[in-house]
């Protein structure tokens, strides 16, 4: 009996072609979910930003009242 430690050429050219076929099936997948969480996170800035166009066109301008006449009648 041969007594040896380690690996044939033959078992590790099957482990190198079962990690192929791993990485051309799970690289695809990975891409398309980077894609959907660019479109997710471009989508909330969009978002985030109307909010705030729209609060800000909302706010009263330039801290100038609105009934002036009030103002000068108190004085």
Same mark, same amino acid.
Request: charge should be negative; charged fraction near 20%; avoid cysteine.
């Given at each position: 009996?041969?007594?040896? $430690?380690?690996?044939?050429?033959?078992?590790? /050219?099957? /482990?190198?072609?079962?990690?192929?076929?791993?990485?051309?099936?799970?690289?695809?997948?990975?891409?398309?979910?980077?894609?959907?969480? &660019?479109?997710?996170?471009?989508?909330?800035?969009?978002? $985030?930003?109307?909010?705030?166009?729209?609060?800000?066109?909302?706010?009263? &301008?330039?801290?100038?009242?609105?009934?002036?006449?009030?103002?000068?009648?108190?004085?």
């Amino acid at each position: 009996m041969i007594n040896s $430690k380690g690996f044939t050429l033959v078992e590790i /050219v099957i /482990v190198i072609v079962i990690i192929g076929m791993l990485s051309i099936v799970a690289i695809p997948v990975y891409k398309t979910h980077l894609e959907k969480a &660019r479109i997710a996170q471009t989508n909330s800035a969009i978002e $985030k930003n109307t909010v705030e166009e729209t609060s800000l066109e909302e706010a009263p &301008r330039g801290g100038v009242a609105e009934n002036d006449d009030a103002i000068a009648t108190s004085v």
